[in-house]
């Protein structure tokens, strides 16, 4: 099935919602406004749309192979992984120093979608090679910054992030490689790690692996981990490449999804130690690493409304297409495209609505990331990193949450086809679901909102979003229309239950944690739930504005119902959610053990 990529909703919430000029006005990106937007995103458009989406199916059939430590990606990704470097998109976002184009997130968010919609699986190695391109240059050597940054930019090289182990998944106080210091400064590199994305294939010439590892004499747990360049090849002193160094790929795992990605297990120090080159201090790696993490959980938030865009598009083509029953209206005396029936309607609407709104909420979070990197007042860039923060585990973990609910609904929507792997319906299911697991699952990104972004600041953050959203709500009751007015009740409804949980966290997270814990994933599906409503709703006053001027009168039409739908179908979910967080913590966790 084609794949369209929705350049017009993208560029809406560019233009609209995330404001492209006020970002342009950022010194760097005097360059980036929404004309230079426009072109980006069409260029994008043809590339994943005629080169990458084509791909897709073929790897969840084809996927890559491993034998004897070689690693073969699918037919025709090396050809296409050329022409996504030949194109300039690795280094869309990064600095023109090292060879980018230095766009903003803002502009790169959008192109991230594309690509994962286009082919998940593809778009995970520019995806990790993109974070290995933050550690560097946040911590990275002005020697090491000048050996691998121009190189990982051009996408000539890819990189990796090499955390988990067979006995340490998401606590990394258990990671036991160990790496020993040289006399030449460099470090020998001992351990095995798992579940490395892409941490083998034949798509570019070296891969640059960042590795977690403990040196000799460290402290225990988190505080004794520090973070290491290793090179699949070693690197000359004229950039060219040398001998393989001691880090070989040992397996690759067997998925339900994303298969066409290779998922390695790889084994450093077999033959007298891997050599590795320390990124930053001692002792301070998991603090370097979360750059790359917190760009990747971004960037999974990114690929849960990929995904979702996908299953949407393909749907939405299937219930156009396939004739089954007469409709309960009697408007067709005969059997009509099963899109007619309300009950279809609903599942393509609950699809469209909560993509767009999740979308939205991307697209404003990568303008304040923007704002908070970039601009020269310092009040502007603290109040935009602290927005930024709040919205990190909302994209990551609303947008992949969603995504699960939204393929599966793709799957209902073409009915027994569904279940039949030759509709490509299924490969959308199959691979959404990794996405609430890896860079930190739905409870992680939820205990990160309630303990760092809502108790540590006594619920400041949140509550100053709320403020936000509360001026929203007071522009859509005062705009006339009975949609806006109906956004705006749902909107306030769900703004007082969410300020009634983030009193129940403030109050509880430290002398009843286990209370307040036991609600954290419905705490974050509640406040995704809001933001990305209150997306919409904004975007619904700004829709009526365009209609009242007479802009493209369907595409506004249509924002406006999909705001009211959301408002009225998905926004309502917020109070009950409410309850079960501060009314319901007992029956979570009162149950005795040996009950289970």
């Known amino acids: 099935m084609s794949y369209t990529a929705p350049v017009k909703d993208m560029l809406f919430n560019i233009e609209h919602l995330a404001h492209i000029e006020q970002v342009a006005q950022i010194p760097g990106f005097e360059d980036a406004g929404l004309e230079t937007a426009a072109a980006v995103l069409e260029e994008c458009a043809k590339f994943t749309e005629g080169v990458l989406a084509p791909l897709n199916f073929e790897g969840d059939k084809n996927p890559s192979s491993w034998k004897d430590g070689v690693v073969t990606a699918t037919p025709g990704f090396k050809e296409a992984f050329q022409q996504l470097t030949e194109g300039g998109w690795q280094g869309l976002q990064h600095p023109a120093d090292f060879g980018g184009q230095g766009l903003p997130k803002t502009i790169g968010a959008a192109c991230m979608e594309m690509l994962n919609s286009a082919n998940m699986s593809f778009a995970l190695c520019p995806l990790l090679t993109d974070g290995a391109i933050e550690a560097l240059l946040t911590a990275g050597s002005d020697e090491l910054k000048a050996i691998y940054l121009e190189k990982l930019i051009s996408g000539q090289w890819t990189g990796t992030m090499n955390l988990t182990e067979p006995q340490a998944g998401s606590d990394l106080a258990l990671v036991r490689t160990k790496a020993e210091p040289q006399p030449d400064g460099t470090y020998r590199i001992f351990g095995t790690k798992i579940y490395i994305t892409w941490g083998e294939h034949d798509m570019a010439e070296n891969i640059v692996h960042l590795v977690l590892a403990r040196v000799a004499g460290a402290p225990e747990g988190v505080k004794g981990i520090s ?356 009314e319901g913590a007992a029956s979570v966790t009162e149950l005795a053990l040996e009950s289970f």
């Open 227 to 582: 973070l290491f360049v290793v090179p699949k090849f070693m690197v000359n002193q004229d950039g060219s490449l040398g001998a393989r160094n001691d880090v070989h790929c040992v397996s690759i795992e067997h998925k339900m999804g994303i298969k066409a990605s290779p998922t390695a297990v790889l084994q450093f120090g077999d033959h007298g130690g891997a050599v590795g080159y320390l990124v930053g201090q001692e002792n301070r790696g998991l603090e370097y690493m979360f750059i790359m993490m917190n760009a990747a959980r971004y960037g999974v938030g990114i690929q849960g409304i990929a995904i979702a865009e996908r299953a949407y598009q393909k749907a939405v083509q299937y219930a156009k297409d396939r004739v089954q029953s007469r409709p309960v209206d009697g408007s067709i005396n005969a059997s009509a495209a099963i899109i007619h029936h309300p009950d279809v309607k609903r599942m393509l609407m609950t699809m469209r609505a909560t993509t767009e709104g999740c979308r939205a909420m991307a697209s404003t979070a990568a303008a304040a990331f923007d704002a908070a990197h970039h601009h020269p007042d310092a009040q502007v860039r603290k109040d935009n990193a602290t927005f930024y923060e709040f919205m990190v585990p909302l994209v990551k973990g609303y947008s992949t949450e969603m995504s699960l609910e939204i393929t599966s609904l793709g799957v209902q929507v073409h009915g027994g086809m569904g279940f039949i792997e030759e509709t490509g319906a299924a490969q959308y299911y199959r691979d959404a679901k990794i996405l609430t697991i890896y860079e930190g699952t739905t409870a992680i990104q939820a205990n990160d909102l309630v303990g760092r972004k809502t108790a540590r600041d006594g619920g400041q953050s949140a509550r100053a979003i709320a403020a936000q959203i509360e001026k929203t709500e007071a522009e859509l009751a005062t705009s006339g229309t009975p949609a806006a007015q109906a956004v705006a009740r749902r909107l306030a409804t769900a703004r007082h239950a969410f300020l009634d949980v983030v009193d129940f966290v403030c109050s509880g997270a430290k002398g009843s944690p286990n209370a307040v814990y036991a609600g954290s994933v419905p705490y974050l599906m509640l406040t995704g739930n809001l933001v990305a409503g209150w997306q919409l709703g904004r975007a619904l006053l700004v829709a009526q504005e365009l209609l009242h001027k007479g802009q493209d009168e369907a595409f506004m039409r249509a924002k406006i119902t999909t705001a009211q739908f959301y408002a009225e179908h998905i926004l309502v979910k917020a109070p009950g959610l409410r309850d079960s967080i501060v």
